[in-house]
């Protein structure tokens, strides 16, 4: 089975340099549970939303927690 057209263009992966609250805002205007963070266009793990809920500190980059 070809996954290519499945896979959705429409939300940019997230970098270790954005912030918890701007991927939090992505999640609130997606239905995803998970999404990526990349690094050099690699692929290098996915972040649920309910384990930023769980981050108070918005402002910090995702990195910070890596």
Known sequence: METTPF???AVKPL?????VGFAKEL???T???H???VKNN???GLISEEE???ITEDDK???YFQ
């Open 52 to 54: 930023l809920e769980e």
């Open 27 to 29: 999640f609130d205007e």
């Open 61 to 63: 980059e995702l990195g």
């Open 35 to 37: 999404l990526p963070i």
């Open 7 to 9: 896979i959705t263009t």
């Open 15 to 19: 970098t270790l340099e954005d912030s």
């Open 31 to 33: 239905s995803f549970s």
């Open 42 to 44: 690699t692929l290098i």
